[in-house]
């Protein structure tokens, strides 16, 4: 079946190092991949997709990279801010679809 | 702010009572979702609607009723809740999707649902 999950429940970073969160999925047919940001007391904040005829994309400070073979989605963050802090989801799904499937979630602290 | 908003923020019931959460969506989207986000588990998918169409119910008990009367407000109706239906409960809406797309979903900030 379907699954997405974490490799690390938390992570902690000093401010201005980069940081990498990973995420495993088992769906050889998901086709597109989303990282989520949420903030407390917020809903998930979407930061960067890549789909999967693709195994790179750079945002602002965000690379995604993706890793078919092996079924494997990271995110990395450069120069982490206390802004950065939060829980990062990934996400998967099928071209055409509307379900999300979610990972389990990471909580990344910046430490000063 | 995502352009989705919910109501209540907050809510505490009985596992007798009856509550509606709401949610409305500002950006012209013409597909919305209910997510529920409980403590020990991912993030789950529970109904899907498409022009004001239900298009998907993923296994969830029919304690929860979902509601879109059009498709900038969607609710969820609560009648004889359990403990264990404690939990987050996340609005979503985005451009209902063709087989080439891939629409992003825009999420609300949630109602915090404590059931006693």
């Known amino acids: 079946g379907e699954s997405v999950g974490l490799h690390l429940p938390t992570l902690s970073v000093q401010e201005g190092d980069n940081s990498i969160i990973n995420c495993a999925y088992s769906n050889s047919a998901s086709d597109y991949f989303i990282w989520y940001k949420q903030e407390s007391g917020k809903g998930p904040q979407f930061i960067i997709d890549i789909r999967s005829n693709m195994d790179k994309r750079q945002g602002q400070r965000v690379t995604v990279l993706l890793n078919k073979t092996v079924k494997h989605l990271s995110l990395q963050i450069a120069a982490t801010q206390p802004g950065d802090s939060a829980v990062y989801f990934c996400?998967?799904?099928?071209?055409?679809?509307?379900?999300?499937?979610f990972g389990q979630g990471t909580r990344l602290t910046i430490n000063p | 702010e995502t352009g989705v908003t919910q109501t209540p923020r907050h809510l505490v019931m009985g596992m007798t009572n009856k509550k509606s959460l709401k949610c409305e969506q500002h950006?012209?989207?013409?597909?919305m979702y209910w997510y529920k986000q409980s403590a020990k588990k991912p993030l789950e998918l529970m109904f899907v609607?498409?022009?004001?169409?239900?298009?998907e119910n993923n296994s969830v008990p029919s304690r929860f009723s979902p509601e879109c009367p059009n498709s900038s407000h969607l609710f969820l109706h609560l009648h004889t809740l359990q403990p264990e239906d404690s939990a987050l409960y996340l609005c979503?809406?985005?451009?209902?999707?063709?087989?080439?797309?891939?629409?992003?979903?825009?999420f609300g900030p949630g109602t915090r649902l404590t059931v006693l």
């Open positions: 979503a809406s985005s451009q209902a999707p063709d087989l080439s797309s891939y629409n992003e979903q825009f």
């Open positions: 950006l012209g989207h013409n597909a």
């Open positions: 609607y498409n022009f004001k169409e239900q298009t």
């Open positions: 996400a998967e799904m099928v071209q055409g679809a509307q379900k999300l499937v």
